[in-house]
Every structure is written in structure tokens, then in C-alpha cells.
């Protein structure tokens, strides 16, 4: 089966630095992606990996490591826009599927 | 301008009621996907689609049905045999290949009274 592993919230003050961990297993793996998703509306994509290492994007970064199934998703310089669920994804499995973690709410304070 | 649309962004039915959920994609994508989200949940996929005329069942297709007649479609339809189907439905496409992203329609959530 397939399990992606995230924390259920998270908060952070403006300004800071957060780090979200994604700890996977899946049968077969084809990347890990990262979504940003505001509140009723449609995830956005932040970011991939497919290599392990660090991938960098602005103020996102993402890591894995694919020995250790797990990657996490740093966010600098934090803003109160930045409040939203932050979702983990591996595409795999027979159908090159995306399975998606629960999310991750993170709650910036000022 | 390329993108996903779903319609209606809101939608109420009555129990009993079939109803169908639109998703057009002019992205010129191969794969388009139907994902449920419910309330502290992630998505979970419903039914899928690589190619037209040809679609998979994701792990909740019980209740649920979809056709895939053309590349920019995938209508999915909310039988009266699903037993739970207040939630928000996200429509999804990707291009062919391994290692590229999905992008999301805006959604459409769907009250059942």
C-alpha cells in the first residue's frame, strides 16, 4: 500500500523559517511533489524532487532523500499569506499515480 | 489562456439525485484525474485517465462514474449510490511522462440536502 506521513499543524511567526516533513512508502516512486492549498480552493504546486538533494525555488526549498523515504518542504522568510495547508505527493504505483498526505496546516502569527 | 474549469463552483441536490460534475482541460494534457477532499482529509482519488476512452477506478470509486469521449473532458457523475457525497471534488489533468506536476481545476463543492 502507500503511506505519506505529514504533521497535522504547524504554526510559525512572520518572518521566521519553517520546515515541513514528509516521511513516505509507496510501490514504486516517480517524484515527490509539494502543493500549497488555501482554504476552499485548488492546490497549487510549489515544487518537485526527483533526485535527492535540495531543490530551491525562491523562498521554498525542498529536500530527499529517497534511501530514507522522507523530504521536507523549508519555507524562509515567512509571510501571513504563507498560512495555508501545505500538501506532500508521490507519484508512483502502477498507474503513476499521485498519492497525497493528509496536509499540513501551518498558521503564521505576526 | 490555458487552464482547468469546473462548473458549477457550488452545487446543491437533493439525496436520491444523480448529478454531474463538468471538468474541461484546453492544456492539451493526457492524464486527467477526480479527487475527493473532505475535512481534515488529504485528496483521494476517485477515477483516473490516461488516454481517452479508457479510465481507471481510484481507491473511492465506489458511487462514482466518469467517461473520457474526448481529450478535454472527464465528466464525473455523483450516483445516488454513493453514500456520503457532501465534499469538495477537484478535477486534476497532467501531461503524459513521469515527472511532471498536476494542475488543479478551481473545484466545485457539492452539498446534498
Known amino acids: 500500500g502507500q503511506n505519506i506521513d505529514q504533521p497535522t499543524e504547524m504554526t510559525a511567526t512572520e518572518g521566521a523559517i519553517v520546515q515541513i516533513n514528509c516521511t513516505y512508502q509507496?510501490?514504486?516512486?516517480?517524484?515527490l511533489f509539494w502543493y500549497q492549498q488555501h482554504a476552499g480552493e485548488a492546490p497549487t504546486f510549489l515544487s518537485y524532487?526527483?533526485?535527492?538533494g535540495l531543490e530551491e525555488k525562491g523562498r521554498f526549498s525542498s529536500f530527499l532523500s529517497r534511501s530514507k523515504g522522507y523530504s521536507y518542504l523549508l519555507l524562509k522568510e515567512l509571510q501571513m499569506k504563507d498560512s495555508a495547508s501545505y500538501l506532500c505527493?508521490?507519484?508512483?504505483?502502477?498507474?503513476?499515480?499521485?498519492?497525497f498526505g493528509t496536509g499540513t496546516s501551518l498558521t503564521v502569527i505576526p | 489562456d490555458g487552464g482547468i474549469t469546473q462548473s458549477p463552483k457550488y452545487l446543491f441536490r437533493k439525496e436520491g439525485q444523480n448529478v454531474t460534475l463538468s471538468c474541461e482541460q484546453n492544456?492539451?494534457?493526457?492524464?486527467m484525474y477526480w479527487y475527493r477532499q473532505d475535512p481534515g482529509q488529504g485528496l483521494r482519488l476517485i477515477y483516473y485517465?490516461?488516454?481517452?476512452?479508457?479510465?481507471q477506478k481510484g481507491d473511492i470509486a465506489e458511487g462514482y462514474s466518469v467517461s473520457r469521449e474526448k481529450k478535454e473532458s472527464f465528466p464525473l457523475t455523483v450516483t445516488s449510490a454513493q453514500k456520503n457525497p457532501t465534499a469538495f471534488y477537484l478535477c486534476?489533468?497532467?501531461?503524459?511522462?513521469?515527472?511532471?506536476?498536476?494542475?488543479f481545476g478551481p473545484g466545485t463543492r457539492l452539498t446534498v440536502l
Open positions: 485517465s490516461q488516454i481517452v476512452n479508457d479510465f
Open positions: 492544456l492539451n494534457h493526457d492524464a
Open positions: 509507496t510501490s514504486g516512486f516517480n517524484g
Open positions: 505527493a508521490v507519484r508512483g504505483g502502477t498507474g503513476n499515480q499521485f498519492y
Open positions: 486534476a489533468s497532467t501531461l503524459d511522462g513521469t515527472y511532471n506536476e498536476q494542475f
Open positions: 524532487n526527483v533526485l535527492d
